[in-house]
């Protein structure tokens, strides 16, 4: 079974603070993806990858980067947290081609205080 | 990109079929996806359509019309647990070639006795 891990599951972190969320997926997935899901916006994405070293922009990637410097770990970096990046955070992973499932992660409570 | 409807919220009773819409617009259409998700959890794959016609899967059933931009979820026989949220997806090439997955904002369906 294909298993895709996000390191914490629940974070408290005070504003300003650098916050690291990271996942690694174990199916030697090419697309790594991340997401926050807040209520009534649904799943939007942040960031994703194609490859090692290779990253492009989603929907909202305001406030976040991302590294990707083995092809099994995608880490989402939060330089400076504010109080609007209080969400859901999950990560999923896949293969680039047609037709193949999205696996996601359990998800990230992240709560900036 | 993509733009992809599907009703807020819907309530049935167990038991009985419910039917849940999602239409979209994309560019560049490369399946369409729905998903099952739990308060709290992280979302599971139901069911992949990428050509029109009906997927059946148990008590589950996925349709897809290219034509019209359109896919429905069928609930049947329909269980306590299967009160969750009901998210489509629809699948595209991005800008750098790779496929790229957007969700809808999702259905909350309640079942109740």
């Known amino acids: 079974d294909v298993k895709v891990t996000q390191s914490s599951r629940y974070l408290v972190k005070r504003t300003g603070e650098k916050v690291f969320l990271e996942c690694v997926q174990d199916?030697?997935?090419?697309?790594m993806f991340w997401y926050r899901q807040d209520p009534g916006l649904g799943l939007r994405l942040i960031y994703f990858?194609?490859?090692?070293?290779?990253?492009e922009k989603g929907d909202i990637p305001e406030g976040y980067s991302v590294s990707r410097e083995k092809k099994e770990r995608f880490s989402l970096i939060l330089e400076s947290a504010s109080t609007n990046q209080t969400s859901m955070y999950l990560c999923?992973?896949?293969?680039?081609?047609?037709?193949?499932?999205?696996?996601f992660g359990e998800g990230s409570w992240l709560t900036v205080v | 990109g993509q733009n992809i409807d599907q009703p807020t919220e819907m309530t049935a009773t167990e038991g009985a079929i419910v039917q849940i819409n999602c239409t979209y617009q994309?560019?560049?259409?490369?399946?369409l996806f729905w998903y099952q998700q739990h308060a709290g959890e992280a979302p599971t794959f139901l069911s992949y359509?990428?050509?029109?016609g009906l997927e059946e899967k148990g008590r589950f059933s996925s349709f897809l019309s290219r034509s019209k931009g359109y896919s429905y979820l069928l609930l049947k026989e329909l269980q306590m647990k299967d009160s969750a949220s009901y998210l489509c997806?629809?699948?595209?090439?991005?800008?750098?070639?790779?496929?790229?997955?957007?969700f809808g904002r999702g259905t909350s369906l309640i079942v109740h006795p």
């Open positions: 199916m030697d997935h090419e697309n």
């Open positions: 359509n990428v050509l029109d």
């Open positions: 997806a629809v699948r595209d090439k991005g800008a750098g070639g790779s496929y790229i997955p957007t």
């Open positions: 990858s194609y490859d090692v070293k290779m990253k």
């Open positions: 999923a992973s896949s293969f680039d081609r047609s037709g193949n499932t999205i696996y």
């Open positions: 994309t560019s560049g259409f490369n399946g």
